[in-house]
Nanobody, 126 residues
Framework: QVQLVESGGGLVQAGDSLRLSCAASGRTLSRSILGWFRQAPGKEREFVAAISWSGGSPYYADSVKGRFTISRDNAKSTVYLQMISPRPEDTAVYYC???????????????????WGQGTQVTVSS
């Protein structure tokens, strides 16, 4: 099992930076993929980014590519989502999730993730 706790959300102005954290723990963490998803009011949950705990290139949704960066600190068992120049349309509840599915093409599908955090609200004002 994997336990996930997000933090770092809040109110930010468009163009400012914000970093979300996901503290992870659990016996299967070393072979997990950690992903970030988000859900805006009235919309379906959508994929943002994912990274393997053991290494390899991260994977991004086209909507955030070049603006957001996912990274991990194995020593702190934490995954980060750095939001650079966020836009009002990035406003959503952001969730951290974990899966052991290794096929990169499946990382964008929330149904592939077994464990979820409680979410953290990000509001971007214009």
């Amino acid at each position: 099992q994997v336990q996930l706790v997000e933090s770092g959300g809040g109110l930010v102005q468009a163009g400012d930076s914000l970093r979300l954290s996901c503290a992870a723990s659990g016996r299967t963490l070393s072979r997990s993929i950690l992903g970030w998803f988000r859900q805006a009011p009235g919309k379906e949950r959508e994929f943002v980014a994912a990274i393997s705990w053991s290494g390899g290139s991260p994977y991004y949704a086209d909507s955030v590519k070049g603006r957001f960066t996912i990274s991990r600190d194995n020593a702190k068992s934490t995954v980060y989502l750095q939001m650079i120049s966020p836009r009002p349309e990035d406003t959503a509840v952001y969730y951290c999730a974990a899966t052991t599915i290794t096929q990169v093409r499946l990382w964008a599908f929330d149904s592939q993730y077994d464990y979820w955090g409680q979410g953290t609200q990000v509001t971007v004002s214009s």
